[in-house]
């Protein structure tokens, strides 16, 4: 990435609010978006965050400056946004800043083939266009249509669940105070049996914080799902793309483990190719392959494997380990509450606990995402493979070292000084002694260990 403007990152906007992310700046990303696209129609859809209303109201002005008849959604999900796309075949713009604290706020752009814009992508054109202000005179004349999604969304996952079978399970779900209880009108339809924590939006995240990957933000959830008795629980970020699941006994369940359930019931139907992140533990290989079906490893970042779905015929579903899952049958969207019902549907039809689905998939030791603070991280990529060239290398991401008995995967990160760093490995044992062994040789190297990781993870 060039050394351009702070709130562009890697594969959105995003930024603090007012100092980076505020009403002019959203008016300019809104004209270089109108420029730039060449559409006649935009989509526009926003979260629940304080800013949003006014970050909203400065992108229609800057769309219909521009000459676009804004199609406006209000508040909906991100998903309920990419259904729209999918379903209208136009440009769509979601305000927010997903699972961030509230000071902040952003944008994504998201194309007519339901594809994030990023950088190298578009994104960095969008960049110059706001950093130069090349928006020419604009073509005027613009206007505004009010448009609501959610009747279509909902019909469209009940007539896709009605005879799927999760009405016999009961859950809990968490919706962090975000945009994620909207929809949810869809499970009194469907039937089923469910509690529902902080549905009402409130841009100032009053219980917990909208983060997945922050354990105590899923206190309240799984100290309510031991309470009800239920079958699982869910959480779903501030703007209902991203998801964690704990299972009946209130302990968080592995996404990459989830996502071997839902990879097993998909190829039970069919076979192709699955597409997972690769932090994922060696298992979702094996077992993948065991199936019948061809996992296909990648780089971190959702919009790659969104691109994959859609570019591969034979593609099936794809997930990030931060709680990103996809089908192509759903259009590549990474859309919590469809990744939800099918695993419920999957829990009705097989009869067992959660627990007893995923205990005999635990069959590694992961160290969790150890961060690694370095003003280098290229070079501490290259001593690292130097170091460990006696592995099976791969650089499709960083690092990766596979090893027989275990492996490591160290990569850069798109907005921070830091180097990321996850090692797996067949007994707990084993993974201590790497860990040690690693960290030791990247301090030496000039890295400083920010973050542990969680030591143990068994998976």
Not at 311 to 335: K, P, T, V
Not at 448 to 453: D, I, K, P, R
């Amino acid at each position: 990435m060039t050394a351009g403007l702070p709130y562009f990152k890697a594969y959105d906007i995003r930024g603090t609010f007012p100092d980076q992310i505020n009403i002019e700046v959203a008016y300019r990303i809104a004209r270089a978006v109108a420029e730039w696209s060449g559409a006649k129609e935009m989509l526009l859809g926003r979260d629940a965050r304080l800013s949003s209303p006014a970050l909203s109201e400065a992108m229609i002005d800057g769309l219909v400056d521009g000459g676009l008849t804004v199609l406006d959604l209000g508040m909906v999900t991100t998903p309920m946004l990419n259904f729209a796309v999918a379903r209208f075949s136009r440009y769509g713009l979601m305000i927010t800043a997903s699972h961030n604290p509230k000071e902040y706020n952003g944008i994504k752009v998201i194309d007519p083939n339901v594809e994030q814009v990023y950088y190298s992508r578009g994104l960095e054109i969008l960049e110059g266009m706001v950093l130069k202000n090349l928006f020419g005179q604009g073509r005027g004349m613009g206007k505004v249509l009010m448009r609501s999604i959610l009747k279509d969304y909902e019909e469209y996952l009940f007539e896709r669940f009605k005879d799927a079978g999760p009405a016999s399970l009961s859950v809990v779900i968490d919706c962090s105070n975000g945009v994620g209880g909207l929809p949810l009108g869809v499970l009194e339809q469907l039937g089923l049996q469910h509690k529902v924590l902080y549905h009402i939006p409130d841009g100032n995240f009053p219980h917990h914080g909208c983060d997945t990957l922050r354990p105590e933000n899923l206190d309240a959830l799984r100290q309510k799902v031991k309470e009800e008795k239920a079958d699982l629980g869910i959480m779903f970020d501030g703007d209902s793309d991203r998801v964690v699941f704990v299972d009946e006994q209130g302990e968080i369940v592995p996404l990459d483990l989830v996502f071997l359930l839902l990879a097993r019931q998909e190829l039970e139907r069919h076979k192709g190719k699955v597409f997972y992140d690769l932090r994922f533990s060696r298992i979702v290989k094996e077992e993948i392959e065991k199936l019948g079906g061809i996992p296909v490893r990648m780089r971190v970042g959702n919009p790659f494997h969104k691109e994959a779905l859609h570019r591969s015929e034979d593609g099936l579903l794809a997930a990030e380990l931060s709680g990103h899952i996809m089908y192509r049958e759903h259009f590549g969207i990474d859309d919590p509450l469809y990744a939800s019902l099918k695993l419920m549907s999957y829990l009705a039809r097989s009869g067992n606990k959660f627990s007893n689905e995923i205990n005999p998939l635990r069959r590694y030791f992961s160290s969790g995402e150890i961060r690694i603070k370095t003003d280098h991280p290229g070079k501490l990529l290259e001593k690292l493979k130097s170091e460990y060239g006696n592995g099976t290398l791969s650089e499709l991401d960083g690092i990766t070292v596979d090893y027989p008995d275990w492996w490591l995967n160290l990569r850069p990160s798109n907005t921070e000084p830091i180097a990321k760093l996850v090692i797996e490995a067949t007994t707990a044992n084993a993974l201590e002694i790497r860990k040690r062994e690693l960290l030791l040789f990247l301090q030496s190297e000039g890295g400083t260990v920010e973050s542990s990781g969680e030591t143990g993870i068994h998976r």
